[in-house]
C-alpha cells in the first residue's frame, strides 16, 4: 500500500531559531516559530488525508513496522534549510499526526529532495511498506 500525503506552506526545520521559553524560573527550548507555525497547519492537514485509526507502521498486532518514506520538499523563495533538518521536522510531523506512530519506525528516507517552487511552496510525502533486501 502507497499512501501520498501533502501539505501545504513553506517547509520548515525545528533546530534553526529556537525558542527559550520560560515557565517560573524554569528556562526551556522550544522549536522555531516557523516549525510552530508549519506545525499548527501541517498536522490537521495530514490528519484529515490519512484519518484511519491505526498508523502506517502498525500491523493488526499492533506491533511496529518499517516503513518508507520519500519526502519532496518544495521551498518558497528565500528559504535555504538543510535536508537533515527537514527530514527531522517531516518524522515528527508525521507521528503528531497519527499517520506514524513513531519515526523511528522509518526505515529509509530514499529519494528524498529539495526543490524550488516560489508560488506554492509544500511538502509532499509518500509512505511505503519497507520489504527487507
Given at each position: 500500500m502507497i499512501v501520498v500525503l501533502v501539505w501545504h506552506?513553506?517547509?520548515?526545520?525545528?533546530?534553526?531559531?529556537?525558542?527559550?521559553?520560560r515557565r517560573g524560573s524554569r528556562a526551556f527550548i522550544l522549536p522555531s516559530r516557523a516549525y510552530?507555525?508549519?506545525a499548527k497547519t501541517a498536522i490537521p492537514?495530514?490528519?484529515t488525508q490519512?484519518?484511519?485509526p491505526t498508523?502506517?507502521?502498525?500491523?493488526?498486532a499492533d506491533r511496529l513496522r518499517l516503513v518508507n518514506v520519500r519526502a519532496?520538499?518544495?521551498?518558497?523563495?528565500?528559504?535555504?534549510?538543510?535536508?537533515?533538518?527537514?527530514?527531522?521536522?517531516?518524522?515528527d510531523l508525521l507521528q503528531a499526526s497519527g499517520a506514524l506512530a513513531?519515526?523511528?519506525?522509518i526505515?529509509?528516507?530514499?529519494?528524498?529532495?529539495?526543490?524550488?517552487?516560489?508560488d506554492n511552496p509544500r511538502t509532499e510525502v509518500e509512505i511505503t511498506p519497507h520489504t527487507e533486501d
Open positions: 506552506g513553506p517547509p520548515a526545520t525545528k533546530k534553526t531559531s529556537q525558542v527559550i521559553g510552530q507555525q508549519a492537514e495530514i490528519a490519512y484519518p484511519h498508523s502506517l507502521d502498525r500491523d493488526g519532496r520538499f518544495y521551498l518558497g523563495a528565500r528559504q535555504r534549510p538543510d535536508l537533515s533538518g527537514l527530514l527531522e521536522a517531516c518524522g513513531n519515526d523511528y519506525s526505515a529509509s528516507w530514499d529519494g528524498s529532495r529539495r526543490f524550488r517552487d516560489r
